[in-house]
């Protein structure tokens, strides 16, 4: 059973840097898709960004250019890294995982993924 675990949220001021990582484990290939969603409170889970298969990428057109999507294959990870942080990207963080979606041409819908993580919480203040 795959299982994702993130790590890398905290409290931040605005302009400031955030790393978040999601490790996955139980998946004994290194072709899958991760995407990160993000909630906030009384709002609708909206995708952020992803990784395919083929390390292919793509990020919502909301935080491009201040967020990016990587992969360590040797640390079995997902990285979203984001920089510039504002008040509005305050929420809980999941990484969610495929074994299924190879090229990512837009953010696959949170519906194609099979396994999610329990989240990390970003807080932006202003």
């Known amino acids: 059973q795959v299982q994702l675990v993130e790590s890398g949220g905290g409290s931040v001021e605005a302009g400031e840097s955030l790393r978040l990582s999601c490790a996955v484990s139980?998946?004994?290939?290194?072709?899958?898709?991760v995407g990160w969603f993000r909630q906030a409170p009384g709002k609708e889970r909206e995708g952020v960004a992803a990784?395919?298969?083929?390390?292919?990428?793509f990020v919502v057109a909301s935080v491009k250019g201040r967020f990016s999507v990587s992969r360590d294959n040797a640390k079995n990870s997902v990285y979203l890294e984001m920089n510039n942080l504002k008040p509005e990207d305050t929420a809980m963080y999941f990484c969610?995982?495929?074994?299924?979606?190879?090229?990512?041409?837009?953010?696959?819908?949170?519906?194609?993924?099979?396994?999610w993580g329990t989240g990390t919480q970003v807080t932006v203040s202003s």
């Open positions: 969610a995982f495929s074994g299924d979606i190879l090229n990512i041409r837009n953010m696959p819908s949170g519906s194609l993924f099979h396994s």
């Open positions: 139980g998946y004994p290939y290194r072709s899958y898709c």
């Open positions: 990784i395919g298969g083929d390390d292919s990428t």
